[in-house]
């Protein structure tokens, strides 16, 4: 146990944890709802390979070339789930299975030959938070800015190549950020736990738990020296059991109310 809390290292964990959930939180509840759940997931791993293929290529870490590959790996992985969608929508779940365990043994199979590959493949799963700087962060915020513009502003009348693209391009600058494990749990925990909430408060719910679960897994993490990704992950599923138990019971007074009053 350290004991230890720096604000300095904290800081710009805890806001990349914020800005995840800005845009995750929202595209979270349309992959429920369109019932394709490891979409994200398959998405991830093809933007951790495009990040595997630039450094093989000699990008530096962080380059704007890395980005590009990256990106663009998801784009094209989007792109064709967007046409499997359309031509074969029953086998769509398991198409989004296959193109996952493909681009994670990919993965695997670039890394074979790299005496950091062990750690490169546990960088690109558990994320590596705490390293996170203010600087990294500025590009992201502007992305997302962009994203959640779209989103919120075309929501009804996004066509589903729209959907596609947004979350590939969000998933991407994530995926670099928090690793593949925290971006599926930003995504699908947070959306589960609010999901039998009325629909005015599904979102708000969904926000709080998410920035309350990275809070207290980064605090966890520094407190008790534990990789910092994994915590997160799991305060984030306790967090969600016990906000998805107490807020319908919180609601439900207000909710009578409003419903007695009109």
């Not at 959930?21 to 019932?35: A, D, E, I, N």
């Not at 980064?218 to 969600?240: C, E, H, K, N």
Request: proline residues 5%; charged residues 10%; aromatic residues 10%.
């Amino acid at each position: 146990m350290t004991g230890a809390f720096d604000l300095a290292i904290t800081g710009p964990a805890l806001l990349a944890g914020l800005l995840v959930l800005s845009t995750h939180v929202p595209l979270g509840r349309r992959v429920l709802q369109r019932g394709i759940i490891f979409i994200d997931l398959a998405i991830a791993q093809v933007a951790g390979l495009g990040v595997i293929v630039a450094d093989n290529v000699g990008l530096e870490p962080h380059d704007w070339g890395v980005q590009l590959v990256a990106v663009s790996a998801a784009m094209i992985a989007a792109l064709g789930l967007n046409v499997t969608e359309k031509l074969w929508p029953d086998i769509q779940e398991a198409l989004i299975g296959v193109l996952f365990i493909l681009a994670a043994t990919a993965s695997i199979l670039l890394l074979a030959d790299n005496p950091h590959g062990g750690d490169h493949l546990k960088d690109l799963l558990v994320g590596q938070i705490l390293w996170v700087d203010y600087r990294q962060l500025l590009p992201v915020a502007a992305i997302y800015a962009v994203l959640l513009g779209f989103w919120f502003g075309l929501r009804h009348h996004m066509p589903t190549i729209g959907f596609y693209l947004i979350f590939a391009i969000a998933i991407t600058a994530s995926v670099q950020l928090v690793g593949i494990y925290l971006v599926f749990s930003s995504l699908i925990i947070p959306a589960l736990a609010s999901r039998n909430l009325p629909a005015a408060y599904q979102l708000p719910a969904a926000w709080c738990m998410g920035a309350i679960a990275y809070l207290t897994g980064v605090s966890l993490s520094m407190w008790f020296d534990y990789p910092t990704g994994a915590v997160i992950v799991w305060a984030m599923a306790v967090i969600a059991v016990i906000g998805a138990w107490i807020l319908p019971r919180l609601l439900r007074p207000s909710l009578a109310d409003g419903a007695a009053e009109g």
